[in-house]
């Protein structure tokens, strides 16, 4: 028969629960190590996958290639520069013979320290003018608020879609009644302020905080105070980029020299590396000796300024 005993006090209560017993040692560096290599193979980095790999080297393999396509037409410039004449007919890479004539030649027969004097000096002069006036105007546009400021922006920028070909008539006539021909000041004032120059200077001074301009307000400073002191100095990148382009540009240039200048001794390179060129021959090693001259100056300057007008170029299209 089932055992009908009624159920005591005692029976009612609760068995003690089993005391707690601390884990060994071993236990607990065990559990350490586990927890460790958990947390090493969920936060490791991984290692790139064989596609990866091959897209890398793809990659790579075509900038190679686009950069030796680019290389070669250098490479074939020095490698003419130091050629003879009669070694310019064939098509050699290397030259058999190799001669400094052709450098001798640029700078006694055709006085090429002359035009690589002429043309420092202009550009020179206008990469200050144009640090100093663009900035100026980039300052104003940016941070002045007047009348008609963004009309008269707009009307600067428009500028940019008008080509030189087309002003070559107004200006000839100008120059011509104004006796500014074949005069160092009458090219300076052609390019006396880019307005691609300008516009970069206005999107560098956007992304400068307001703050700062506040703060000099607050001791006292005026309008031209605080663009001398306070915002030309934080401006050094866009300052760079725009002294490169405009030095750049004006070194290049061979079409206002070319209708201003008439005089050899006024001659920039460009137009002097154009008088190896005549009706019945071309002197390709001295025209390719002076054309290795001109680049020299140009990517001597952009190497060793590169981070300067890549940061400012890049900072200016992003506005604050």
């Known amino acids: 028969m089932p055992d009908e005993r009624v159920p005591t006090e005692k029976d009612l209560v609760p068995p003690a629960e089993a005391p707690l017993v601390p884990p060994s040692p071993p236990a607990i560096e065990q559990f350490a190590m586990a927890g460790e290599a958990a947390a090493g193979t969920i936060t490791g980095i991984p290692g790139r996958t064989r596609v990866e790999r091959i897209r890398t080297v793809v990659v790579y393999t075509l900038l190679f290639g686009i950069a030796l ?12 520069s130091l050629k003879t004449l009669p070694e310019t007919a064939y098509f050699k890479l290397l030259p058999e013979h190799p001669t400094l004539d052709a450098y001798k030649d640029a700078f006694t027969t055709f006085d090429f320290s002359r035009y690589a004097a002429n043309s420092a000096g202009l550009a020179l002069t206008v990469a200050a003018l144009n640090v100093f006036l663009c900035s100026l105007g980039g300052y104003a546009f940016a941070r002045l608020k007047f ?35 074949d005069h ?48 030309l100095p934080l401006a050094g990148p866009a300052i760079a980029a725009v002294a490169i382009l405009e030095f750049e540009g004006t070194w290049n240039d061979f079409f206002w020299p070319l209708v201003i200048f008439r005089s050899p001794s006024h001659y ?25 001259i001109a680049i020299a ?16 170029v890049a900072s200016a299209g992003v506005k604050g």
């Open 297 to 312: 100056p140009v990517a001597a300057i952009y190497i060793f300024f590169q981070r300067y007008f890549v940061a400012g």
């Open 268 to 292: 920039t390179l460009p137009v002097g590396i154009f008088s190896f060129v005549s009706e019945h021959r071309t002197l390709w090693p001295q025209l390719t000796a002076g054309s290795v």
């Open 147 to 181: 009348p008609g400021r963004e009309v008269l922006f707009f009307v600067v920028l428009a500028t940019l879609m008008v080509p030189d070909q087309l002003r070559l008539v107004p200006v000839y006539r100008i120059y011509s009644d104004h006796g500014l021909l």
């Open 69 to 80: 396509v680019y290389f070669v037409p250098c490479l074939w410039t020095l490698s003419t």
């Open 184 to 231: 160092y000041h009458g090219y300076v004032l052609i390019k006396l302020a880019a307005a691609a120059q300008l516009f970069l200077m206005r999107q560098y001074f956007l992304t400068i905080p307001k703050d700062l301009e506040e703060a000099a307000k607050l001791d006292g400073a005026g309008y031209f105070k605080t663009f001398w002191k306070v915002m």
